[in-house]
């Protein structure tokens, strides 16, 4: 059963724009949330993350928010860059069962000229 | 940079060979997950270890598959006998205690004929 679900399988954004990408869980046990970004032929790297006390984290043009009543997790990317088209992954994990993330399947972002 | 090695990077064989597919952690993290990513299931956690020690392989398929890791550089994940559904890219990733920002290899794509 997912957890964590991305409902949105593609994205298409012009250079310059915000990208907002989504993302929705079940479990109101988990306590950290994280973005990751895959390139083709790559594994997933870490982008950004967020602990459940805290609603919102920035990191450059990365900005992370939780919204814990909705069960809800959103990623802004501005301004979007072509080189931010990927795939990114939203994944949530709990620290009591060893630090392992559940993955959702994933936006592929597409960032155009 | 340290990185997570995996081998091969490719992988064709017929079904009901066995495969096993290799994973270099990065050095000092002592714990390592095996994940599979699928178009249809996204990154599903197949197995996960600390300190060697298997702390949860429940997301694999336990008549076919198996997890281990033999010393510290190295963990491997087997399927014995191989099927199709298998094929997939199968990604490794290791990281510290309390850590959730883990670093992945660029995986394993096993295709099975």
């Known amino acids: 059963d997912q957890q964590v679900k991305q409902n949105s399988p593609s994205l298409s954004v012009q250079e310059g724009r915000i990208s907002i990408l989504n993302c929705d869980y079940t479990?109101?046990?988990?306590?950290?949330f994280l973005w990751y970004k895959k390139y083709p032929a790559e594994g997933p790297t870490f982008l950004i993350s967020?602990?459940?006390?805290?609603d919102k984290n920035e990191d450059g043009r990365f900005t992370v928010f939780l919204n814990k009543s909705a069960k809800h997790l959103s990623l802004h990317i501005v301004p979007s860059q072509p080189g931010d088209s990927a795939v990114y992954f939203c994944?949530?994990?709990?620290?009591?069962?060893?630090?392992?993330?559940?993955f959702g399947k994933g936006t592929s972002l597409l960032v155009t000229p | 940079d340290a990185r997570v090695t995996q081998t091969p990077r490719h992988k064709v064989t017929e079904m009901g060979q066995e495969v096993t597919m290799r994973c270099q952690p990065i050095?000092?993290?002592?714990?390592v997950f095996w994940y599979r990513q699928t178009m249809m299931q996204g990154l599903e956690l197949l197995a996960y270890?600390?300190?060697?020690?298997?702390?949860?392989d429940s997301g694999m398929p336990k008549d076919r598959f198996s997890a281990e890791m033999p010393d510290a550089t190295l963990a491997t994940l087997k399927i014995q006998p191989s099927e199709p559904r298998d094929s997939a890219v199968y990604f490794c990733?290791?990281?510290?205690?309390?850590?959730?920002?883990?670093?992945f290899g660029s995986g394993t794509r096993l295709t099975v004929v």
């Open positions: 990733a290791s990281g510290l205690p309390r850590d959730y920002g883990y670093t």
């Open positions: 479990n109101s046990m988990f306590d950290y």
């Open positions: 967020i602990s459940s006390i805290k």
């Open positions: 994944a949530a994990g709990l620290g009591n069962s060893g630090y392992a993330l559940n």
């Open positions: 050095l000092g993290h002592n714990t």
């Open positions: 270890f600390r300190n060697r020690a298997p702390l949860d």
